[in-house]
């Protein structure tokens, strides 16, 4: 159905941008989130950075 071939579209534009990374030198990092303690049960953990709503659309990859 629609919703899954969407689905596919998406997930193989994605793998293909993390490719690109991986044949690149350059340094990626999450936008909105990092690792540290979980706050809870001090588990490593993504944590929300608390930038989302603050984002600038320039740069973004295009992933979708």
Known sequence: ????E???RLEEKQRAAR???SKSEEDWKTRWF???PNP???AQD?????????RNYFNLPDIY
Request: glycine letters at 12%; zero cysteines.
């Open 34 to 36: 990092h690792q540290g």
């Open 6 to 8: 969407e689905k596919k």
């Open 1 to 4: 159905d629609q919703a899954s």
């Open 40 to 42: 809870y049960n001090g």
């Open 19 to 21: 490719k690109n990374r």
């Open 46 to 54: 993504w944590l929300y950075s608390g930038s989302y709503w603050d």
